[in-house]
T-cell receptor
């Protein structure tokens, strides 16, 4: 059962544009939503994370938008650069007790010049 | 990669043979995880450990076993490898029981012929 649905599977964006990746979850007990970035041949690395007490979190060019009522969250990459080309995974878990992370299926992002 | 090493990094084996993958950390983190990554499935949890000799199953544990005799080492064993276990395997570690931030190793690419 896929508890975190991620879309699109792949995305091509021109340099300088905005990349948007969306995730939807089912379990209302989830209260921690991280995004991981993975370059080819490397392990995923935590990029940015949000908790549901805020609707938006921004770190540099990366922003998470969170909609608790719709059970959706999204990653926005502003001024996308070729170096942002990677696979992005959303994830979700309950915050306390070191609950397991449930990952989305990933989005392969390609930034073209 | 946050003081995490995985060995071997690449392995080709034949169906029916036993295989052991090793994850070694230098961070003294309590929690350790084994994931497999397959196209279209994202990252799926195989087994995890919340301390020495304390392990539990993830969502895709059939055909896999784990052991953790020391804080720094977490072993994943395929008792009798099958072609469906061809995958990239990632180890991850976490130190916190709150908001499960995980750090991933570089991965092991396993091919079962």
């Amino acid at each position: 059962q896929q508890q975190v649905k991620q879309s699109p599977q792949s995305l091509i964006v021109q340099k300088g544009g905005i990349s948007i990746i969306n995730c939807a979850y089912e379990n209302t007990a989830f209260d921690y939503f991280p995004w991981y970035q993975q370059f080819p041949g490397k392990g995923p690395a935590l990029l940015i994370a949000i908790r549901p007490d805020v609707s938006e979190k921004k770190e540099g060019r990366f922003t998470i938008s969170f909609n608790k009522s719709a059970k959706q969250f999204s990653l926005h990459i502003m001024d996308s650069q070729p170096g942002d080309s990677a696979t992005y995974f959303c994830a979700a878990s309950k915050g306390f007790g070191n609950e397991k992370l449930t990952f989305g299926t990933g989005t392969r992002l390609t930034i073209i010049p | 990669d946050a003081g995490i090493t995985q060995s071997p990094r690449h392995k080709v084996t034949e169906t029916g043979t036993p295989v052991t993958l090793r994850c070694h950390q230098t961070e003294n983190h309590r929690y350790m995880y084994w994931y497999r990554q397959d196209p279209g499935h994202g990252l799926r949890l195989i087994h995890y450990s919340y301390g020495v000799k304390d392990t539990d199953k993830g969502e895709v544990s059939d055909g896999y076993s784990v052991s953790r005799s020391k804080t720094e080492d977490f072993l994943l064993t395929l008792e009798s490898a099958t072609s469906s276990q061809t995958s990239v395997y990632f180890c991850a570690i976490s130190w916190t029981t709150v908001y499960n931030e995980q750090f991933f190793g570089p991965g092991t690419r396993l091919t079962v012929l």
